[in-house]
C-alpha cells in the first residue's frame, strides 16, 4: 500500500469535517461536557464533527484503526491508524475565535505516539480556508506551496509558541518555565491550538513552539507537517512529543529550547 495514496481521501474528509463545523458554530455552540477540568469543554459539535470523520474512514477503510480524541480508539488489522482531533482549539471555537482545525493524521506500526511512524499529516482551518498536509518524505504543503522552516532566528530573538493548559494547578510551573525561555523569544503567542501552532511552525510563522499536556491527537499531524518542512520535532516521554512535552523547532534552534526548558 501506498499510503500517500490516501491524502486525497484525507483532505477531502478534513473539508467536510470543516465545512460541518463551521455551519454547526453559526447556528450556536451547545456544550456537552468538561474534560480534564472545568474550563476544559467539548461541544456537541465536536463530537458530531469526529463521528463525521469516523464513518467517513470506515467506508473506505473498514479495517484501518481509529484513534479519536471524543471517541477512543478502535482496533486494526492493516498496519495504519487515523488519529483524529475533530475541533482542535475547542474553547476557541466556543468564543468564536477563529483559529480552530480539523486534525487529521495516519500513523503505522502501532497507536503508540512513543513508538508509531507519521505517514499523513492533515491540519484544515474552515475559517482561513487553510489547509496544510504532508506525508513521509513528500513534504509538507499549503495548498500548493511547499513549506520550508524558518533559518535560526537572528538577534531580535525567536518567536515562540506555547500553551498553558486548563488545569490551574499546572499554571505556576507553565509561568515558572515560560520565564526560563523568554531570555530566547523575541515575543510568545498563545494560538489555543496545538495543531495550529505546529503548521505555522512548518510555514515559518513561528520559529518554535512548545508545551506540555499534549494528547496524541493534538500533534499527531502538525508533527509530520514540521518535519517534513525541515524542522525537528521531540519531547517526553522517550524523545518524542507526548503529555511530559512537545518541542518543534528548526534544527538550529532546537537544542537550545529544549536546554533552557529542562533547566
Known amino acids: 500500500m501506498n499510503v500517500s495514496e490516501l491524502l486525497p481521501m484525507a483532505v477531502g474528509i478534513a473539508r467536510e469535517a470543516g465545512a460541518l463545523a463551521a455551519r454547526r458554530r453559526s447556528q450556536g455552540v451547545a456544550i456537552a461536557a468538561t474534560k480534564s477540568a472545568v474550563a476544559d469543554i467539548v461541544t456537541e459539535a465536536d463530537r458530531e464533527v469526529e463521528s463525521l470523520i469516523r464513518d467517513r474512514l470506515k467506508a473506505q477503510r473498514p479495517n ?16 495504519l491508524t487515523w488519529v483524529v482531533d475533530p475541533i482542535d482549539g475547542t474553547v476557541n471555537y466556543a468564543y468564536g475565535i477563529p483559529s480552530y482545525a480539523v486534525s487529521i493524521a ?33 513534504g509538507a504543503w499549503l495548498g500548493e506551496t511547499r513549506l520550508q522552516m ?6 531580535a530573538g525567536a ?9 490551574p494547578a499546572t499554571h505556576a510551573a507553565a509561568l515558572a518555565l515560560l520565564a526560563r525561555v523568554m531570555p530566547l523569544a523575541r515575543d510568545i503567542r498563545r494560538i489555543g491550538a496545538a495543531s495550529l501552532d505546529l503548521a505555522f511552525v512548518a510555514a515559518g510563522r513561528l520559529d518554535a513552539y512548545y508545551e506540555r499536556g499534549l ?22 516521554p522517550s524523545g518524542r512529543p507526548g503529555r511530559d512535552m512537545t518541542i518543534a523547532a528548526g534544527s538550529a534552534f532546537y537544542d537550545r529550547l529544549a536546554a533552557a526548558i529542562e533547566s
Open 215 to 236: 494528547h496524541p491527537w493534538d500533534h499527531a499531524a502538525g508533527a509530520l507537517l514540521v518535519s517534513e518542512a525541515g524542522g525537528r520535532v521531540g519531547g517526553a
Open 159 to 167: 518567536l515562540l509558541a506555547t500553551g498553558f493548559g486548563y488545569d
Open 64 to 79: 484501518d484503526g481509529f484513534l479519536g480524541e471524543e471517541s477512543g480508539s478502535a482496533g486494526e488489522t492493516t498496519g
Open 150 to 155: 524558518s533559518p535560526e532566528p537572528t538577534e
Open 106 to 138: 495516519a500513523v503505522s506500526g502501532s497507536s503508540n505516539p512513543e513508538t508509531w511512524v507519521n505517514e499523513i499529516g492533515v491540519v484544515f482551518n474552515p475559517m482561513s480556508g487553510e489547509l496544510f498536509h504532508a506525508t513521509r518524505g513528500g
